[in-house]
């Protein structure tokens, strides 16, 4: 019997854990000595207690907590029927699929109890919420949401599925805070009427482009009030779109800080704007511009702008340096259906040059009087969310299910950032904790 399994018998627990194979995420030191296994199987043990009251049948805490315990495994394979085999035996592979897909219980109950537990560990510091989308690669055409679309992560065309996620990183850490699945508008077509039955979708849910499961999902988080926000941030596939930028319900004191392209124009100083008198025709629907707006990479190509080398923050192998030029200037907007741009609100530009010559382009709503300190610091919160995928992906079988419902997808997706955060709270452990 396991160190861990007669901790349990002591506590008089009625589900009994078995070790678990704990995946080194950033931590060498996790298996180093039998005192570091058995404390993190008590701390695993009640980490999970936090979760268990979301399920009204005690199989199902079992079913959940064996999940976890895979996911946290250094098992090659991090889907149902590996862990269900490893943990459990041949006759627990069936529930456990079953559990995925038909079990009755609630995600909303489970993603609550995780996002306030998310916010006590890493929710303050006025720091970053993060959208972004990331892809998972599919054979077949009958998963849930699936098709050929453009792949992130392989840079290319390719058939996957793709979920919009939510993550929020400050002082004290970074971590995933919501998720949706990203369903193709095909999906709702009558062909597609059997598959969208096939794979449980439910009648309720219309097709919502990436954009608007984004900006759903951001000004949901931030009426919550859970996380002290500063910023929004975005890549360019967001931060182009300006209706998405002008619909976020941001309150004081939160300022998006938006990457976008080369191609995005600005106005350098705010044009006059004057109505002409025409002698024939109809008069001018909008007014002429004294000038028009300048290209980004006009203004990252300017020699009288010179860029600055900077230290944006404090990494493990030392600082964070980076070239950087910022100005004040007008953001543009397009009227109607005509190319035609007039000059919308004060922004920030922010341009970074790293160090193969590649340069980012980000705009900002944040005020005049504002440190570019902050917008340093800014820039620097931008990475975690993709960090989170990279931990994710790498270590926690985040694209490893089998599953093709929609249930089991936001199952999966679900208990992967449930298992995340514990990877945080443990680091947050032996950062404190003196080896041996």
């Known amino acids: 019997m396991s160190p861990f399994s007669d901790i349990m018998k002591e506590k008089g627990a009625d589900i009994m854990m078995n070790p678990t194979m704990f995946d080194p995420i950033a931590l060498e030191s996790w298996y180093s000595d039998e005192e570091n296994e058995v404390l993190l199987q008590k701390e695993l043990e009640n980490y999970l207690q936090n979760y268990f009251s979301c399920f009204s049948q005690q199989p199902q805490r079992r079913l959940f907590q064996t999940f976890i315990q895979g996911l946290l495994s250094s098992l090659e394979r991090k889907s149902i029927e590996p862990i269900a085999l490893h943990f459990s035996g041949e006759k627990y592979v069936r529930p456990m699929q079953l559990f995925f897909s038909r079990s009755p219980f609630d995600e909303q109950p489970l993603l609550d109890t995780y996002q306030e537990l998310l916010s006590r560990q890493i929710g303050a510091g006025n720091g970053m919420l993060s959208v972004d989308d990331t892809s998972f690669v599919k054979k077949g055409k009958h998963s849930v949401g699936v098709k050929r679309q453009y792949c992130g992560r392989l840079g290319k065309t390719e058939n996957c599925q793709s979920g919009v996620f939510l993550a929020y990183a400050g002082d004290n850490g970074y971590g995933l805070v919501d998720y949706e699945l990203y369903i193709p ?12 039955q096939e794979c449980h979708i439910p009648e309720e849910i ?3 482009t990436k954009n608007n499961i984004a900006r759903r999902m951001i000004n949901q988080v931030i009426r919550g009030g859970q996380f002290q926000v ?7 596939a967001y931060g182009n779109d300006h209706d998405f930028l002008d619909h976020l319900e941001l309150p004081e004191g939160v300022w998006y800080f938006a990457a976008t392209n080369a191609k995005e124009q600005v106005f350098l100083e705010y044009p006059e704007m004057t109505f002409p008198e025409t002698k024939r025709g109809r008069p001018r629907k909008h007014p002429l511009l004294s000038h028009g707006p300048t290209s980004v990479r006009d203004i990252a190509e300017d020699p009288s702008l010179p860029w600055e080398t900077v230290v944006l923050a404090e990494g493990s192998k030392g600082p964070i ?12 907007r397009a009227q109607g259906s005509r190319n035609y ?9 922010y341009l970074r040059k790293y160090a193969d010559n590649e340069i980012k382009y980000f705009i900002s709503n944040a005020p005049a009087d504002l440190p570019v300190q902050e917008l340093d610091r800014a820039a ?23 599953c093709r419902s929609y249930q089991g997808w936001n199952r999966h997706m679900l208990f992967v950032m449930i298992a995340h955060l514990f990877a ?13």
């Not at 741009?341 to 530009?349: N, Q, R, S």
């Not at 919160?381 to 490893?400: A, V």
């Not at 945080?424 to 041996?436: N, V």
């Open 185 to 196: 508008q095909e999906w709702f077509g009558d062909a597609f009427t059997q598959l969208r």
């Open 206 to 208: 219309t097709f919502s």
């Open 230 to 236: 500063r910023w929004v941030g975005c890549d360019a």
């Open 321 to 332: 340096t980076a070239e950087r030029k910022f100005l004040r200037c007008y953001s543009s």
């Open 341 to 349: 741009v007039m000059p919308g609100g004060e922004i920030w530009l």
């Open 380 to 402: 620097t919160l931008r990475w975690p969310i993709e960090q989170c995928f990279e931990e994710c992906k790498s270590n926690l079988g985040m694209g490893h299910y089998e």
């Open 424 to 436: 945080t709270q443990i680091r947050d452990i032996f950062k404190k904790k003196p080896f041996h």
